[in-house]
């Protein structure tokens, strides 16, 4: 079973929807979490960290389920420049995962005029 | 602040051929992270050097290796390539929170 689970999309919206992403993680002794933004043949970005309590970034909000070992994001007011890869990263840290990060495959969002 | 430099940006290898990638973490960091993107998967973590010495690997075979030097630049070095190494190969810095914009290793 991988590590980090996301659905790939990809996601069709139109300018101004609201879009949600999910992704599961399968280590119930993960840490920390992450939304990273991949453009097309570019480096990964770190978008926002996911906190327990929930966080917000302008029309970002991420949201972390630790029971279910569940994070989501959502964007709202969906603008041209987030069409993207959205990747779920989650970090152990603990023996042998040390030092790495755990990345999902990412979801695809193409947001159109 | 520079931020994370990779070179060479393309590398167009032989089957078989040695492939050495170069990165540099931002000014004063000592930890290099290094990743693989294969077309159609995640990242997958490869190498974590901090302070000259490998401190994690991934579950990659031994022709995967590297190093890191005194200055904290760090190379990756891939022997005996094989056509499913053609990837884009991501150095990272701050544990990952920040990346080069990679070396995209095609081997024909």
């Known amino acids: 079973r991988k590590e980090v689970e996301q659905d790939p999309g990809p996601f069709n919206v139109p300018e101004g929807a609201t879009v949600a992403f999910n992704c599961t993680y399968s280590?119930?002794?993960?840490?920390?979490f992450f939304w990273y933004r991949q453009d097309c043949r570019k480096e990964p970005k770190l978008l926002m960290s996911?906190?327990?309590s929930g966080n917000e970034d302008g029309r970002f909000t991420a949201q972390l389920n630790r029971a279910s070992q569940y994070i989501s994001l959502l964007i709202r007011d969906s603008k041209l420049s987030d069409s993207a890869t959205y990747l779920c990263?989650?970090?152990?840290?603990?023996?042998?995962?040390?030092?790495?990060?755990?990345f999902g495959r990412g979801t695809q969002l193409t947001v159109w005029p | 602040e520079a931020g994370v430099t990779q070179s060479p940006t393309h590398l167009i290898k032989t089957r078989g051929q040695q492939a050495t990638l170069r990165c540099s973490p931002i000014?004063?960091?000592?930890?290099v992270y290094w990743y693989q993107q294969a077309l159609g998967l995640g990242l997958q973590f490869l190498l974590w050097?901090?302070?000259?010495?490998?401190?994690n690997r991934g579950n990659f075979p031994p022709r995967f290796s590297g190093r890191q030097f005194p200055n904290y630049s760090s190379e990756l070095n891939v022997n005996a390539l094989e056509l499913e190494d053609s990837a884009l190969y991501l150095c990272?810095?701050?544990?990952?929170?920040?990346f080069g914009s990679g070396t995209r290793l095609t081997v024909v």
């Open positions: 990263v989650v970090n152990v840290n603990r023996g042998s995962t040390l030092g790495r990060l755990y």
């Open positions: 280590n119930s002794a993960s840490q920390s």
């Open positions: 996911v906190y327990s």
């Open positions: 000014s004063g960091h000592t930890s």
């Open positions: 050097y901090d302070e000259g010495e490998e401190r």
């Open positions: 990272a810095s701050i544990y990952g929170y920040t």
